[in-house]
């Protein structure tokens, strides 16, 4: 199974919330590359496919953080499928159509320099990460305050936000703490040099 027949399969299986249908049609249309873009320029997902894979990854790794007695008894968290789901999948839905595909130089071992190909970074809605993810998926679906505030601040204290804000929401809503945790897995672990 690919990662789209993936994405797709836990998507349908799982999403199920008034607008989602219309969602996913955005995501699969031609006015988006979700599904053939990459996940950043040069480091984890810079590939085609980079970012369907990216997400699919979350969604395991948020799973499976969730999954652990602990985390369910101790901490109370408790998501619905959807809640995952959308969380984990549509975190980075904000990465759509921001990579243009272009060169850049490298010296070889060789000595001699080269042009290979690359991504670059060309946003046309500066709308911030996190925040921009929440914008796009509200203007098909509407989130639950917990859901809104966990895509919001998934990338934790590896982003450019306000720290104490990012500690007040891993605080106020656990979910996002769980998305950050998840999202760091995948980059660093799944999708990283180790």
């Not at 053939?36 to 990854?57: I, K, M, Q, W």
């Not at 968290?77 to 060169?103: F, P, Q, R």
Request: aromatic residues 14%; negative net charge.
């Amino acid at each position: 199974m690919t990662k789209r027949e993936e994405f797709l399969s836990i998507y349908n299986e799982n999403i199920t919330r008034k607008g989602a249908d219309k969602l996913l049609q955005f995501l699969l249309s031609d006015s988006s590359d979700f599904f053939y873009a990459p996940c950043s320029t040069r480091f984890h997902g810079s590939y085609d496919g980079g970012l369907v894979e990216h997400c699919v990854n979350v969604y395991h790794c948020l799973k499976d953080y969730l999954s652990r007695d602990r985390v369910k008894t101790t901490y109370n968290m408790n998501y619905s499928e959807e809640t995952i789901a959308i969380s984990a999948l549509l975190h980075d839905v904000c990465k759509v159509n921001t990579y243009k595909k272009g060169t850049r130089n490298v010296k070889g071992e060789d000595g001699v320099w080269r042009q290979v190909p690359t991504y670059e970074f060309n946003d046309k809605l500066p709308y911030g990460h996190g925040e921009k993810s929440v914008y796009i998926i509200s203007g098909f679906m509407r989130l639950s305050r917990e859901e809104s505030f966990a895509i919001r601040y998934h990338m934790g204290f590896s982003g450019t936000e306000d720290k104490r804000a990012i500690g007040d929401t891993f605080e106020m809503f656990p979910l996002a703490f769980a998305l950050s945790v998840a999202d760091m897995e995948a980059t660093y672990y799944l999708e990283g040099k180790i």
